[in-house]
């Protein structure tokens, strides 16, 4: 049963190119939850999508970046425009319920964005 | 704004010995709290978690405290060894919403 996959691990992007990460939730979860952690820091919330509908995006800045979780396939966290300040580990995690006072939240290892 | 922070960045401690990991949160209304450690380059890792309605959780070699009264919660680690070297975050959950503390980084000295 594998776990939350996220990819590309590491990724370098020059000011101005866009950015794709991917999050593939655990078998039988249908709820996603991203995350940035800038260095040094906690982790903060994003966004969280169930199949097709952003439930909640109030994490997320209003310009550049977007998520996306279809119906088929994974979740993509899509920057655009990158500047230096996106430079971070972006953490998908997922549940099989909407709370996350279960314990049955996973995370992946997570996608590092550097932007030069 | 509500918010989660832990009272030290770094502690260190030797192998054998127990260490005591400390945050402290501001949203009274917070019911769930969860312990997780990240390891370097790695996702957070579940640890222990804890609900409002109780004071003390036992696993196996960390107990997780809680004292609503002073909004404080404690991770300790019983004989600590290497593997535990790693950042730990108390994290408090809203509904489907986690929100982390700035994280304790636990060196074990050998």
């Known amino acids: 049963n594998a776990g939350v996959m996220q990819n590309p691990r590491h990724l370098v992007r020059r000011r101005g190119q866009e950015a794709r990460l991917r999050c593939s939730p655990m078998?039988?979860?249908?709820?996603v939850y991203w995350y940035r952690q800038l260095p040094e820091e906690g982790l903060k919330f994003m966004v969280y999508?169930?199949?097709?509908?952003?439930?909640?995006e109030s994490g997320m800045p209003k310009e550049r970046f977007s998520a996306e979780f279809p119906k088929e396939g994974p979740s993509i966290l899509r920057i655009q425009q990158v500047v230096r300040g996106d430079s971070a580990a972006y953490f998908c995690?997922?549940?099989?319920?909407?709370?996350?006072?279960?314990?049955?939240?996973?995370f992946g290892e997570g996608s590092r964005l550097t932007v030069l | 704004g509500e918010s989660v922070g832990l009272h030290l960045p770094t502690l260190s401690v030797q192998e054998g010995d127990n260490s005591i990991i400390n945050c402290a949160y501001s949203n009274s209304a917070s019911d769930y709290f969860i312990w997780y450690k990240q390891e370097s380059g790695k996702g957070p890792q579940f640890i222990i978690d804890i609900r409002s309605n109780m004071d003390k959780r036992q696993g196996q070699r960390v107990t997780v405290l809680l004292n609503k009264t002073v909004k404080h919660l404690s991770l300790q680690i019983a004989a600590t060894q290497p593997g535990d070297s790693a950042v730990y975050f108390c994290a408090e959950s809203s509904d489907y919403k986690l929100s982390f503390g700035a994280g304790t980084t636990v060196t074990v000295r050998a």
């Open positions: 999508l169930q199949k097709e509908n952003i439930i909640d």
């Open positions: 078998k039988g979860h249908s709820h």
């Open positions: 995690a997922s549940s099989p319920f909407r709370q996350t006072n279960t314990g049955e939240l996973f």
